[in-house]
């Protein structure tokens, strides 16, 4: 599925962008894999996809709030892979449906055109087990003068069946390391989902990939996620040419 053509100048602030193009979709179905492709790569710094539901399911569909804490249903951002979900489970795309494409362009001084898409893989008969993806966000940044390491917490409640499969830490421009978390509450059913980040001033980030691990430990209910760093991700299986 094909966004429409835009073309973006040569400099220039450019706003966001959203396109919504109908799914076509006949009957619901469950996606197992999505992967979304920049047209223009060197001009696209991320592309979020919403799912809009038809005026009838309206009352099912996700919050969208721009992909702060309500989440996206598929992405493509700087290091990300294609999005992988665990084999028994997937994410909805109603029959009916569109899907809304966030368009983030950085003019780079040469005038090009873009036209971005998104494949899917869906699955035969519909899993055990819904996906959902959500943000961890912290907005308030307030770094003193000359602080070298600046750590900012945010925290999210989940409920206590979930699982943590999967996490993309992003840190804008300074950011150096991240790491997610996962503890109990005095709720038996309910978690508390904490993410980390910190800044670092005066020495560029390295770029590296993260994939994230959840188990759950011997002696305890408390669920553990740690994050990993790796300079040469895994190659998925592609599902665009």
Known sequence: MKATKYSIPAQGTIDYRYVTIPTGLKEDRWVAKAEVHAGARGAVHHILVFCKYPENRKSEEPA?????????????????????????????????????????????????????????????????????????????????????????????????????????????????????????????????????????LGKPAIAASSRSRSRRTPRSDVWRATTTRRRTPRTPTPILP
């Open 64 to 200: 969208i709030d721009g992909g702060l804490e309500a989440g996206y249903f598929a992405s493509l951002v700087p290091g990300e892979r294609p999005n992988e979900w665990p084999a028994d489970a997937g994410k909805l795309l109603p029959a009916g449906s569109s899907l809304m494409f966030q368009m983030h362009y950085t003019a780079n001084g040469t005038p090009t055109e873009d036209v971005s898409e998104i494949g899917f893989v869906f699955h035969k008969t519909p899993p055990k087990k819904t996906v959902k993806t959500r943000g961890i966000t912290q907005r308030k940044l307030q770094i003193d003068p000359n602080e070298a390491d600046a750590e900012f917490t945010s925290a999210w409640r989940v409920p206590g069946t979930s699982r943590c499969s999967r996490s993309c830490p992003i840190c804008i421009s300074v950011g150096s390391r991240s790491s997610t978390s996962c503890r109990a509450t005095a709720n038996p059913r309910k978690r508390s989902s904490r993410s980390h980040a910190t800044i670092s």
